[in-house]
């Protein structure tokens, strides 16, 4: 029997506009919704509160949580390199990391890895693909001190867009012939839209764009004169004003639709490989006619796709409604939870 003594791990996304958290329990089956939470976050200096507000009502069952930044304080970088020992890589990266980051060495924490990517590219035999990540040190010292306030034990920081592609990774399950496909998950945000393209569970590309939903709110306010909270209002409700919602975000959407087909555009270029269908979370993807106005601007395939995949859910500990609502807010959160699973075999 495999025992484990910490069997569930909350995700906790916090966003820009909202908090969000999944908690995943593994059983003997596999992992189960046993907690969620969704709570509107009116401004940064609210999240405290909010989070603890969330914790109280979510119905969790732990403390340990995964949690994730993103952002411009933090950067990607897929880098060729020599082959060389994981020793010898951080080294190597050490000393030339101002040839890769905007930051001071000081002020960041790093991490380094070696990259599989399903054999993309020309590489030589000596040669490695490395993935470089960095984050300004103040974000992650801020969001772990919320975290110490709000009693929780952070086990894992995660970048969000990783995330994304953990979370289609655990909730779907492809049967093996569509294992070549080249699925871009494409997650709307308020401030940014996260990009990962993902082939047979390996993540191939990821971009974050800084542009999502709330462009979207502010195309709204500027153009039929309305309050912030007015805009927003409408946009999540349009229902008569549906016409006028759709004038007033064209330009927002067309310019996100161009974002994002400029990194399909780049990756197929790079690697000579086709992008099979666009499958969209994120609150921002809620937008009324948005997966339509997409897939013209992607000629393929768009579809939302469901994170909770399925999962089975605790019904005594989660409300099954909200999370339905929310459901396509949750991706990120989902991926990070799933970070618990560490004797995953497949
Ligand atoms: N029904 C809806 N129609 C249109 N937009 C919606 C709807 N519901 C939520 N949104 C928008 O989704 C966004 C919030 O989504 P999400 O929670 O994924 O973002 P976030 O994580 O807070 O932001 P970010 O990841 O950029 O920091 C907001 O811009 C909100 O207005
Ligand atoms: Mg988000």
Redesign the pocket.
């Known amino acids: 029997m495999h025992l484990r003594r910490h069997k569930s791990l909350i995700g906790l996304?916090i966003?820009?506009?909202?908090i969000?958290a999944v908690e995943l329990t593994w059983q003997g089956s596999g992992p189960v919704i046993t907690g969620f939470g969704h709570a509107a976050?009116p401004s940064p200096d609210a999240t405290l509160e909010t989070l603890q507000r969330l914790l109280r009502e979510g119905g969790f069952h732990t403390r340990r949580v995964a949690t994730s930044v993103?952002?411009k304080a933090v950067i990607v970088r897929y880098l060729t390199m020599m082959r060389m020992t994981p020793d010898d890589l951080r080294n190597a990266i050490h000393y030339e990391v101002d040839k890769y980051i905007p930051f001071d060495v000081e002020d960041v924490v790093m991490d380094c890895q070696p990259f599989e990517a399903g054999g993309l590219g020309d590489l030589a035999t000596n040669e490695m693909r490395v993935l470089l990540v960095a984050c300004k040190r103040a974000v992650i010292d801020e969001q772990l001190r919320i975290l110490a306030l709000a009693g929780l034990s952070p086990e894992v920081v995660d970048v969000?867009v990783f995330a994304l592609g953990n979370a289609f990774e655990t909730a779907v399950r492809r049967p093996a012939e569509a294992g070549a496909r080249v699925s871009a998950l494409v997650?709307?945000?308020?401030?940014?839209?996260?990009v990962n393209l993902v082939r047979a569970g390996a993540s191939l590309f990821t971009r974050e764009i800084h542009n999502?939903?709330?462009a979207?709110?502010n195309a709204i306010a500027v153009r039929l004169g309305l309050k912030r909270g007015e805009a927003?209002a409408l946009?999540?409700?349009p229902g008569e004003d549906y016409e006028r919602l759709r004038q007033a975000v064209a330009g927002a959407v067309d310019d996100l639709a161009t974002e994002v087909r400029l990194s399909f555009e780049y990756f197929e270029n790079q690697f000579d490989l086709g992008i099979d269908e666009v499958l969209l979370?994120?609150?921002?993807a809620?937008?009324?006619g948005?997966d339509q106005d997409f897939s013209r601007a992607f000629q393929r395939p768009t579809l939302p796709w469901d994170p909770t995949g399925d999962l089975p859910i605790a019904a005594g500990s989660v409300d099954v409604e909200a999370l339905r609502e929310h459901v396509a807010?949750m991706a990120?959160a989902v991926g990070l939870a799933a970070r618990g699973n560490r004797s995953r075999s497949a």
């Not at 966003?15 to 909202?18: E, K, N, V």
């Open positions: 996304d966003g820009t506009s909202a969000k976050l993103s952002g969000d997650d709307v945000g308020a401030s940014k839209t996260c999502g939903g709330e979207c709110t927003e946009k999540v409700r979370s994120g609150g921002g809620r937008l009324a948005l807010d990120i």
